[in-house]
């Protein structure tokens, strides 16, 4: 931000001062969801958590978005809501399997 700073743009100027103002803002986003995939990390797999943490992130950007640039985030949200279900019910599946398998080497054992 220095950099820029030392351009002496007065527009580049007014922008990296707006930034500098708002960073709180823009960073405690990220730090919310930082806190929340690791809480949740424990919980559900890497591959549907990180599906889900893309989603929010176009949640977050189509709340702030007109326009075209709104249904792009609106579609992307949700593909990445869709694939996150569809990689949770995989991992549900292959331990529903492996479950039986177990109880089936138990059973014959």
Not at 10 to 28: F, G, P, R, Y
Not at 70 to 91: A, M, P, S, T
Request: glycine content about 4%.
């Amino acid at each position: 931000m220095t950099w820029l700073e030392e351009s002496q743009n007065e527009q580049v100027n007014i922008q990296t001062q707006s930034i500098k103002n708002h960073i709180d803002d823009i960073v405690l986003c990220y730090e919310q969801i930082e806190e929340i995939y690791q809480e949740l990390s424990s919980k559900i797999a890497p591959q549907p958590l990180n599906a889900l943490c893309i989603a929010w992130k176009h949640q977050h950007l189509n709340n702030q978005t007109k326009g075209t640039s709104k249904k792009y985030h609106q579609d992307e949200l949700n593909f990445w809501v869709n694939y996150g279900r569809c990689c949770i019910k995989k991992e549900r599946n292959k331990k529903r399997r492996d479950e039986l398998q177990i109880g089936y080497y138990l059973a014959t054992g």
